[in-house]
């Protein structure tokens, strides 16, 4: 495989960010508590309580890091409330690092990720000594527009990381993407969707683990009640309408109509590239969009079984689109409708080809992941860039091609790095962070001490 240039940059002193841990001794994210160890500890409190139970690194002689001092649970605030769409970043990147997994505090994990408590915009990596391949610890700080620790809940993910914005885009007219990227198990389902056992009951909606999908549903179907009637009715008639495919080996299934079937992709001059085929469902009420959904996982797991397909190799979009048509007669749009749309995306892990011994069908996969997933990243680099129209290359895969019309031009769109809090993964982590420092909006950004 080849070398991983960040890692093993890190070794070699000073070259890589600002150095914290060991050599430094002055790394505290725990409010000026000392931890006993850096290991790996269950998060039990809550993001925002000012308190970061897990997020602890300390080494011989610390002492209080600068970040640190700021009061206790007083919060930086985020570039994430524009007023103004036109303020608006076309591409925003957050990373929300999962709770240890059982697994990962047996074996007594190192953490190897600490969100800034005094400023949720900066997250470091720290490598401890012998995690590295030349055995050295190093330590690398990312800016990213939010960074939500494992402490953070559910229910917050959508403020946190702006969504509520993408929303109300899409009901004035604009497309919107969030997209989760990560390892498998970094946790892009449990933040898109949240338990899929959940999801698979009916009119589950109000668990505590929802994820972004339902909730972001609960959010528009409660503005579309708002803009329908009342102080804030805009005179529109909305429809909603949902559509949910899934990609796998660069062929496109629709979950909701199920048939195994593979649809193609056409192009046209009025449309982009499109899904003729791909079911585009009315939901006239929150619930049933809810059943649709529920419905179409359901098609998922039968799916991934019956065309023995890993759901982890697959990227799966769900699509909400609104048409909203004015219905006063003196309204100057009257007769015309206006669409808008968001995707919500759960991409396939990240994780790169490690067993050379993989062939045939594995090979085939992980090349074609590896693909969408590079071509992915080379469009949003071009567009975080300022590249327009056919030098962004969304033709190169049935992702891209999908996202064509969501990703760029006047669209909205966050990423999501998930990623798992345990040293263990390092090598999977940094090329997460790396791949979406890449799309991130922010340029001749300095690296930040901390
Ligand atoms: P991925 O979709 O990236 O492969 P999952 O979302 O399936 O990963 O997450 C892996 C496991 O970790 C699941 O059991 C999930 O419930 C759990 N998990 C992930 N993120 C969180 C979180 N923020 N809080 C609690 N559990 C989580
Ligand atoms: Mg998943």
């Known amino acids: 495989s080849p070398p991983r240039a960040g890692l093993q940059r890190a070794g070699s002193a000073g070259s890589v960010g600002s150095m914290a ?6 790394l505290d994210f725990s409010n000026g508590q000392m931890a006993g160890s850096s290991t790996l500890r269950r998060t039990s409190e809550r993001a925002g309580s000012g308190s970061f139970a897990g997020l602890r690194v300390h080494s011989r002689g610390s002492r209080a890091g600068s970040a640190g001092r700021r009061a206790a649970g007083q919060l930086a605030p985020l570039p ?3 007023e103004k769409l036109d ?4 591409i ?13 505090l047996a074996r007594g994990d190192a953490q190897a990720l600490f969100v800034n408590p005094a400023d949720h915009r900066q997250i470091q990596m720290v490598v401890p000594a012998g995690y590295a391949r030349n055995g050295a610890s190093a330590s690398r700080n990312f800016t990213f527009h ?3 620790s494992p402490a953070s809940r559910q229910q917050d993910v959508l403020r946190l990381c702006g969504i509520t914005q993408l929303l ?4 004035d007219g604009y497309n919107a993407t969030v997209l989760a990227y990560g390892q498998t198990g970094s946790g892009k389902t449990f933040t898109m969707s949240g338990r899929e056992e ?3 009951q009916e009119g589950y909606l109000g668990d505590s683990d929802d994820g972004i999908i ?7 179907f409660e503005q579309l009640a708002a803009r329908s009637s009342g102080p804030a009715a805009d005179g529109c008639r909305y429809s909603i309408r949902v559509s949910f495919a899934e990609i796998y080996n660069e062929q496109i299934y629709d979950l909701i109509r199920f048939d195994k079937r593979q649809l193609a992709v056409r192009w046209d001059t009025a449309k982009g590239f499109h899904v003729p085929e791909l079911l585009c469902k009315e939901c006239g009420s929150l619930e049933e969009t809810l059943q649709v959904l529920s419905l179409a996982v359901r098609h998922r797991r039968v799916g991934s079984h019956e065309l023995n397909m890993e759901s982890s190799r697959s990227h799966s979009i769900f699509t909400v689109h609104v048409d909203a048509t004015p219905t006063r007669p003196e309204d100057h749009e009257f007769g015309m409708t206006r669409y808008g749309k968001v995707s919500f995306v759960d991409l396939a892990g990240s994780e790169r080809l490690r067993d050379s011994k993989s062939t045939g069908e594995t090979m085939k996969e992980t090349t074609s992941i590896n693909r969408s997933l590079f071509m992915l990243g080379k469009v949003i680099a071009a567009l975080a860039d300022g590249a327009q129209g056919a030098r962004v290359p969304y033709r190169e895969s049935k992702l891209t091609k999908l996202l064509q019309d969501s990703l760029g031009g006047s669209s909205l769109s966050l990423l999501i790095a998930c990623c798992s809090p345990s040293a263990t993964h390092i090598e999977e982590t940094l090329s997460t962070l790396t791949y979406a420092a890449r799309a991130k909006n922010i340029r001749n950004q300095p690296a930040v001490q901390v």
């Open 198 to 200: 959940t999801l698979l």
């Open 80 to 82: 994430l409330a524009p």
């Open 146 to 148: 939010a960074c939500l």
């Open 92 to 104: 925003k990147v957050a990373v929300r690092v999962r709770p240890p997994n059982a697994q990962e």
């Open 214 to 220: 339902s909730r972001s549903l609960a959010y528009l």
């Open 21 to 26: 841990g060991s050599q430094r001794g002055s």
């Open 168 to 171: 109300d885009a899409s009901l």
């Open 87 to 90: 303020e608006y970043d076309n």
